[in-house]
C-alpha cells in the first residue's frame, strides 16, 4: 500500500475503515493505531516525526505539521492539582501522565444526599479537569464541525464512566465493601452520575455526525476482576443498557474500554452488545480473548507496553502481533490494533512497532 498519503486522505482511510471494522463490515485492512504519550514526543521530537511520516496509517491520530513539543527541559516532575466538577481533587506528579485522585469527595458516603452534580447543560467535563474543569458544548461542537471538515472521526468521550467514576469518588477499600452491602448511599451516587451521564449523552446527541461514543470502565486488576460478575449485571448492566440505546438511536459506534483481567465478567460483557471491546492482551491472554471474543464482538487489542515493547527484538514484536491478528481475525475482520507507548521505549522500538503493524495489518507481508 502506498506509504505517501497527504494527511487528510489519511484521515479519510482511517474513519471509513475504523468504522467498517468496528461493524463487521470487511474493512480494507485491520485498523492500527500508535499513542504516543506527551513525554514520548517531548524526548524524540523531530525523531518521531520522520516515523509518523513514513507510516502514517499507523499514526491516524496525529498530523506532522501540528505537533507541538513541551519546552525543553531535564525536568520531568510536576506537583500540581486540580478540581473536576464532581469534586475529586487530581494530583499530577509527571509531566504528561494524568492524575491520580488525592482527595475523594465521596470518602464518607453519607455526604451522598448533600453531593451535587452540575447541569449537564453548563457544558462538557473534560477528564482530569485537565487543563480546565468544563468546556462550553458550543466549543466542542465547533471543535467537531473542524474535524468533520477535515474528514476525521468524531468521537464523543464519557472519560470515567459509572464503576470507574465511582473509583475516583470513593476509595477502592470503602467502594467495594459497599457493593457487597448494597449500600444505600453508593446506589444513590452510582444513579447520581448515570443521570448526570445521560444528560451529558442526550446534549450531544444534538450535533448530528457523531460517530464513535467512548465508555472508558476499568473493571479488572492485573489477575482478576475488580467487581463480581453478579454485581456488574446486577448494579451496572441496566445503566449500560439505557447508554447503549442512546448511542444506537444516534447510529454511532459504542465502545467500550476496560483495562486489567475481564475473563471472568466475559458473559456479561457479551450482554452488553457493544460494538467495540477494547481489552489488553497480557492480562487476558490471546488464547482466552479469541475464545471468548472472536467473531462476537470486534476487539480492539490493547498491546503489552510493558514488556513486548520494552523488552523485545524486531523479529519478536513482528511475530507477536502477526499472531495476535490470525488468532483473532476473522472473515469480517473484527480487530484493531491499538499500542501507547511511554518512556522509556527506545526509537527503534516505535519504528519496529509501525513497520510491524504495515507487514502484519495493513500490507500483509
Not at 453548563?122 to 474543569?133: M, N, V
Not at 467514576?165 to 476509595?171: C, E, G, I, Q, Y
Not at 467487581?227 to 443498557?241: D, G, S, T
Amino acid at each position: 500500500m502506498e506509504t505517501r498519503l497527504g494527511i487528510e486522505e489519511v484521515w479519510r482511510i482511517h474513519r471509513l475503515n475504523f468504522l467498517k471494522c468496528a461493524r463487521l463490515e470487511k474493512p480494507m485492512f485491520t485498523p492500527c493505531r500508535i499513542n504516543l504519550s506527551q513525554p514520548i514526543l517531548n524526548i524524540y521530537r523531530e525523531k518521531i516525526i520522520e516515523i509518523i511520516n513514513k507510516y502514517p496509517l499507523a499514526f491516524p491520530d496525529y498530523d506532522p505539521e501540528e505537533l507541538r513539543f513541551d519546552e525543553e527541559s531535564r525536568d520531568i516532575y510536576e506537583d500540581r492539582y486540580t478540581v473536576d466538577v464532581y469534586g475529586t481533587i487530581w494530583r499530577f506528579r509527571i509531566k504528561g501522565f494524568v492524575g491520580i485522585p488525592h482527595r475523594y469527595p465521596l470518602e464518607d458516603l453519607d455526604r451522598v444526599r448533600e453531593w451535587s452534580l452540575p447541569d449537564p447543560e453548563t457544558g462538557y467535563p473534560i477528564g482530569f479537569a485537565d487543563p480546565r474543569p468544563l468546556i462550553p458544548w458550543e466549543e466542542l461542537f465547533n471543535y467537531f464541525d473542524k474535524l468533520k471538515e477535515r474528514g476525521r472521526l468524531i468521537v464523543f468521550n464519557l472519560h470515567h464512566f459509572l464503576f470507574q467514576k465511582l473509583m475516583d469518588l470513593v476509595p477502592l477499600n470503602k467502594l467495594i465493601p459497599a457493593l457487597y452491602r448494597r449500600d444505600e448511599g453508593l446506589l444513590i451516587a452510582l444513579n447520581k452520575i448515570a443521570e448526570y451521564k445521560l444528560g451529558l449523552l442526550k446534549v450531544v446527541k444534538r450535533y448530528r455526525g457523531i460517530d464513535v461514543v467512548v465508555f472508558l470502565e476499568d473493571l479488572g486488576a492485573q489477575d482478576s476482576p475488580l467487581i463480581k460478575p453478579h454485581h456488574l449485571r446486577e448494579y451496572f448492566l441496566p445503566y449500560y443498557r439505557r447508554f447503549f440505546n442512546e448511542v444506537k438511536s444516534m447510529n454511532a459506534v459504542i465502545y467500550f474500554h476496560s483495562d486489567g483481567n475481564i475473563v471472568p465478567l466475559a458473559n456479561v460483557f457479551l450482554e452488553m452488545d457493544v460494538d467495540v471491546l477494547n481489552i489488553q492482551d497480557s492480562a487476558n491472554g490471546i488464547d482466552n480473548i479469541a475464545s471468548l471474543f472472536r467473531g462476537k464482538v470486534c476487539i480492539d487489542l490493547n498491546i503489552d507496553k510493558e514488556h513486548l515493547i520494552l523488552n523485545k527484538s524486531r523479529e519478536e514484536i513482528l511475530n507477536y502481533i502477526r499472531n495476535a491478528v490470525e488468532k483473532l481475525e476473522t472473515e469480517s475482520s473484527g480487530l484493531m490494533i491499538n499500542i501507547e507507548v511511554y518512556p522509556p521505549a527506545p526509537l527503534e522500538i516505535i519504528a519496529y512497532l509501525a513497520e510491524a503493524c504495515y507487514r502484519c495489518c495493513i500490507e500483509r507481508k
